[in-house]
């Protein structure tokens, strides 16, 4: 079954995962919704719909918070604040806005592709290496994968790029050099590293590369050369992706 927004929530599922967003949960709920997360995609896109609807969620809250904060300071000559009761009105608004978000999230959610919504289920940037960070040779290596995993892609790109230049032939840094444009939405580069790295059997990083490149091959629409990919990945999940990605 392709994970869609017409997948079913429980209450306990929607707690459960409430919980993991908010940082709530004991370590044996932890792990079950981290586990759930990688083995079942249709949880996992829930996961990602509650996570964007407490965004605007918060985004809204705070923007009235803001509102509230500019009209106190309108008027200075009150020494003494007055705490206010918010009318009805506003409970009403916020309720629509609440209302609308929500719909235009579910709306977002179903004008992407096929392909698209099996991505955002499965695809999980790669968590890097173990970084020293010591004054040796590795010493640019070690800076660009903490650019990375802090999310700063760009960065990280172009301090491997500048190593890459040096070393070609390096599995290392064209497997991050892939995984970064991968995690930055740039798919068509992405596949450009990974795939070199994606027909090396020798290469540590076959399996990986082959199941990035089958996610970027993917969400470009490129089903049959994805299946390739996929199909040479020893990746747990590999197998019920190429069954969702078939069936579609």
Same mark, same amino acid.
Do not use: C
């Given at each position: 079954?392709?994970?869609?927004?017409?997948?079913?929530?429980?209450?306990?599922?929607?707690?459960?995962?409430?919980?993991?967003?908010?940082?709530?949960?004991?370590?044996?709920?932890?792990?079950?919704?981290?586990?759930?997360?990688? @083995?079942? $995609?249709?949880?996992?896109?829930?996961?990602?719909? &509650? %996570?964007? /609807?407490?965004?605007?969620?918060?985004? =809204? !809250?705070?923007?009235?918070?803001?509102?509230?904060?500019?009209?106190?300071? @309108?008027? $200075?000559?009150?020494?003494?604040?007055?705490?206010? &009761? %918010?009318? /009805?009105?506003?409970?009403?608004?916020? =309720? !629509?806005?609440?209302?609308?978000?929500?719909?235009?999230?579910?709306?977002?959610?179903?004008?992407?592709?096929?392909?698209?919504?099996?991505?955002?289920?499965?695809?999980?940037?790669?968590?890097?290496?173990?970084?020293?960070?010591?004054?040796?040779?590795?010493?640019?290596?070690?800076?660009?994968?903490?650019?990375?995993?802090?999310?700063?892609?760009?960065?990280?790109?172009?301090?491997?790029?500048?190593?890459?230049?040096?070393?070609?032939?390096?599995?290392?840094?064209?497997?991050?050099?892939?995984?970064?444009?991968?995690?930055?939405?740039?798919?068509?580069?992405?596949?450009?590293?990974?795939?070199?790295?994606?027909?090396?059997?020798?290469?540590?990083?076959?399996?990986?590369?082959?199941?990035?490149?089958?996610?970027?091959?993917?969400?470009?629409?490129?089903?049959?050369?994805?299946?390739?990919?996929?199909?040479?990945?020893?990746?747990?999940?590999?197998?019920?992706?190429?069954?969702?990605?078939?069936?579609?």
């Amino acid at each position: 079954m392709n994970p869609t927004i017409n997948s079913p929530l429980s209450q306990d599922d929607f707690e459960l995962i409430e919980g993991f967003l908010n940082g709530t949960l004991p370590s044996d709920q932890l792990e079950e919704v981290q586990t759930r997360i990688a @083995s079942d $995609p249709a949880f996992a896109f829930q996961v990602e719909q &509650i %996570r964007e /609807l407490q965004v605007g969620i918060q985004r =809204a !809250s705070l923007a009235a918070k803001l509102d509230s904060f500019h009209t106190e300071l @309108s008027y $200075p000559e009150k020494e003494t604040p007055i705490k206010s &009761i %918010r009318p /009805l009105w506003f409970w009403g608004v916020a =309720a !629509s806005v609440f209302l609308v978000m929500s719909a235009g999230v579910w709306w977002i959610m179903g004008q992407k592709s096929p392909e698209e919504q099996l991505y955002q289920a499965y695809f999980r940037p790669d968590p890097g290496l173990v970084t020293t960070m010591s004054g040796d040779a590795n010493y640019e290596f070690d800076r660009a994968m903490v650019a990375y995993k802090e999310g700063d892609y760009a960065d990280a790109i172009a301090r491997w790029e500048n190593l890459l230049s040096a070393k070609p032939e390096s599995d290392t840094l064209n497997y991050f050099l892939g995984s970064a444009y991968l995690s930055s939405q740039q798919e068509s580069r992405s596949l450009s590293y990974l795939e070199a790295v994606a027909e090396d059997l020798e290469s540590a990083f076959y399996s990986e590369a082959n199941w990035y490149a089958g996610l970027a091959a993917m969400k470009l629409g490129q089903n049959e050369k994805a299946l390739i990919f996929l199909n040479a990945s020893s990746r747990p999940q590999a197998q019920q992706l190429i069954s969702e990605l078939e069936s579609n």
